[in-house]
Structures are given as C-alpha cells and as structure tokens.
C-alpha cells in the first residue's frame, strides 16, 4: 500500500508505566513487525525461561531498525491506513530536549503514558511540561495496565481527572485520555469489551485523528545563505532549500538586509538547469541584480518574509558546563547566521529534574530549562517556531560546543537601551 504522508509521534511516560509494551503491542496489533519477527521472540523468551513480553517485543525490533543510527532518540515506524507513524522514543527527558531543540526530531504528536495503578508521577509530569515548552499541541493519555485495576471505571476516572487536572496547568489539552492494557491489547490497536463503560477511540483512532503539519514544501520559502561564490562575473547564492520553493523568476527578499531581486538561474552542475528546487534541497542561484548579499540571511519571497529584531522571547534548554548568566556574552547560531547575544530577562526558570519552578532569576544552570527573553547585538531574521521551526529553533554556541538550544516563541519589540 502506499503512504501518503508521515507522522511523527513521540511517546513518553514514567519509567516502568509501560512505554515498551505500549509500543511492542501496537506494532504487533497493526502488523507492523517483520515476518517471524514475533514467533523468534517467542522462542527466545523460551529458551530464556522468561515468559514471554511485549516489551521484549519492542526492544528487539528496535535493535533491528536501529542499527546505524547514532542520534540518542530511536526512531520505528509502522504504516496503518495510508499514513506512517514514527515513533520518537527518547530514553530520557534530557534527550528528548536535545533532540527537539536541535531539529534532529519534530514531534507533531504525543502520547503520554500512565499507569493505571500508580497515576501521575513526578517524571509525567516533567514530560508533560516539556511537551508544553516545546509547543507540542496534540496529545492522547494512554492510562495503561488497565487490566490490574480490573478494568474499572472508577479507577480510570480517578487518573483521568489528575492528568487533565495537570496538563490545564501546562495549558494542554488532550484529545483523549484512553484506558489500555498494553499486556493484554485492550483498546491499543483494537476495542475491547472488558470496558463497556468507555466509548471513546483506540489509541490508533486516536493516533489516526492528528492532523499533519504542514509539510516544510508547503511552508513559505525560507533559504538561509551559506555563502556567495563568484564565478567569472557572476555570483551564485549557495544554500538550502530549508520551507517552502525556490522558483526561477520569483522576486526573493533578503532579510535582515531587507535587499530584493528576482531569482535568473538556479544553478546545476552537470545537467540541465531546474526551474524550480523544493524544500531540503540545497542548491545556488544567481539573481538578475548585483546585489550584495552574504551568509545568514534568510532569502523568502516579498509576501511572506520572517521576522526581523534584535530581542525575542524564548524558550531555552541549557546545557553548558558553566552558568548562563544575565548580561553576559554568547553566540547566537540560528540556521546559518551567528550573532552575539545576551540575556535581557530571565522569566521563569523550572529544575528539569524536580519540575520545581526556580526564584534565582539572574543565571541557568545545567539542565535548567527555562523561559527568557533573548537580545541580540545584530538584526536577526527568524520565524515563530510554532510558524517554521526550521528557521524558528537556534543553538548557543561556545566554539564548536553546543551549549543550549532554544525555540523562538515571539519576536519583541526593539530595545531602547544599547546592547
Ligand atoms: P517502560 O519502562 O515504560 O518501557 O515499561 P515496560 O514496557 O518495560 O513495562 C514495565 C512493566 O510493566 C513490565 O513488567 C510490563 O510487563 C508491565 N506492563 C506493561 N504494560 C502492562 C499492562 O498493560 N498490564 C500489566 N499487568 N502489566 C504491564
């Protein structure tokens, strides 16, 4: 069958709450997993004297699909109705920020897993937050091992209720909350009858009724400069195709620098040059006027430029071996322009690992994540992430080390004061 499009979904819950199992029971139930993929567990679990589990299930086939790949978040994916699920599957909170604040993933989704028995834990709740600051907006709660409850409806109500309660806090609002047993397979890929009482979706129709981002082709254009070559008496614009379309006789603008042109040539070794380059291509282009243009602008069409400012409020995850404190200097990297940069304000700042919220307001420390606002010495052109993350997430650089990573929430208004 052939899949149209793809969804990124990732899955987080409490250590032991089930996330493995979730995930083996969801492969198996859609037919998702290799031919005798299932039976060779099965007899390793024999051979092994465990009884067999769905987790096993899961670790195994993300062994095999994993091989290669060298970032921390594991990436499977299963195919149901015409569309792909990937599953992010982060082994820890810390990870997950990486990850998310870097672009090495995007989740559109999640599915936030608890355990029937043991509610909302201090670590739902940390990834609860942590989906909140990084802007994810649709979410399920799977409230598994329904099965040790014996599938009763109070018991479910009662941890509905606290996770809806918490999530409002974080202003989110799932889709669904879902009672599962990821063991036995209820409500996972497949209704049950064990819980008459529950007339809502599987966790898959759930999955199935996420809408899709806009997909970075469908975006409007945004092509950072990497750099501007000369050739004979030309000059070709090299970079990537981050959103959006690249065509030849469209009017670019070049932001900050607010310079515009009209795209002549796009540029081809060793074939026939293209009319047009779409997102995620990198490619060169030369422009019907000499204009000076140079690395770390953002080349967009007139109609849809990013933001240009030199302070925007943030969120950030910081990660550096020292403090990062008010009023210092750091660079700045957002797509291919650096800038200097500081922090103005420091609004809130939350302990990753306690969830606890910080009154220290004047520095972050390790693991620290927290909402600021960011001033930069030059004019930088960005987006909203929750707009276009690719040009809407950024990295605090010291040298080649990365020390923090952030999502832009909204540009502000120019400051008054010097930098
Ligand atoms: P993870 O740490 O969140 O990935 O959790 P696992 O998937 O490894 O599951 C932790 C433990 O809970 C294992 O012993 C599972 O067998 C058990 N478990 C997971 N889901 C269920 C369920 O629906 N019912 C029952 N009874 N046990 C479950």
């Known amino acids: 069958t052939e899949t149209s499009e793809r969804l990124q979904v990732v899955f987080v819950g409490h ?3 089930g996330k493995s199992t979730l995930l083996g029971r969801l492969y198996a ?10 039976e060779k567990v099965r007899q390793i679990c024999a051979r092994q004297g465990k009884a067999f589990e769905y987790a096993f299930l899961f670790d195994a086939f993300l062994e095999e699909q994993e091989q290669g790949i060298t970032i921390d978040t594991a990436r499977t994916f299963f195919n149901w109705q015409n569309r792909q699920y990937l599953i992010l599957d982060a082994p820890g909170h810390k990870e997950f920020l990486k990850n998310m604040v870097s672009g090495a993933a995007r989740a559109e ?38 099965d040790l409850v014996e599938y009763r409806e109070a018991a479910f109500d009662e941890i509905s209720r606290g996770s809806r309660h918490f999530l409002r806090e974080l202003n989110l609002e799932p889709a669904h909350v879902i009672p ?12 049950t009858r064990r819980m008459p009482w529950y007339g809502g979706p599987t966790l ?5 009724s996420f809408q899709k981002l806009p997909a970075r082709s469908d975006q409007p254009l945004r092509f950072p400069v990497q750099d501007v070559y000369k050739f004979d008496a030309r000059r070709i614009v090299a970079g990537r195709v981050e959103t959006g379309e690249l065509r030849v006789g469209d009017t670019v603008v070049f932001s900050p620098s607010n310079k515009s042109s009209v795209v002549k040539s796009i540029e081809a070794f060793n074939a026939v040059p ?36 030199t302070r925007f409020r943030a969120n950030v995850f910081w990660m550096g071996p020292n403090p990062l404190s008010r009023g210092a200097k750091y660079r700045l990297r957002l797509t291919t322009a650096e800038v200097e940069m500081e922090l103005e304000d420091i609004l809130t700042v939350t302990d990753a690992v306690t969830l606890a919220r910080i009154t220290r307001c004047d520095r972050l420390e390790r ?31 010291d040298g080649c080390d990365i020390w923090g990573g952030g999502i832009v929430i909204e540009p502000l208004k120019d400051s008054q004061e010097p930098f």
Not at 29 to 38: I, K, Q, V, Y
Not at 204 to 208: G, K, M, N, V
């Open 367 to 397: 693991n620290d994540v927290a909402q600021v606002v960011i001033k930069t010495r030059k004019p930088l052109a960005l987006d909203r992430f929750a707009d276009i993350d690719a040009t809407g997430r950024f990295v605090i650089v």
């Open 204 to 208: 898959l129709e759930s999955l199935a």
């Open 109 to 146: 989704a999640a599915v936030l897993i608890i355990d029937a028995q043991e509610g909302v834990q201090e670590q739902s709740r940390r990834h609860g937050y942590l989906l909140s600051l990084l802007g994810v907006r649709q979410l399920t709660v799977a409230v598994n091992k329904m």
């Open 180 to 191: 599962v047993s990821a063991r036995e397979g209820d409500n996972v890929a497949k209704p």
């Open 29 to 38: 139930d859609t037919g998702s997993l290799p031919d005798g993929h299932l």
């Open 274 to 309: 293209p009319e047009a380059v779409g997102a995620g291509r990198s490619t060169g282009f030369t422009l019907s006027e000499q204009i000076f243009v140079e690395r770390g602008e953002i080349a967009s069409l007139q109609e849809m430029p990013p933001e240009v400012c």
């Open 15 to 17: 250590v032991d709450h």
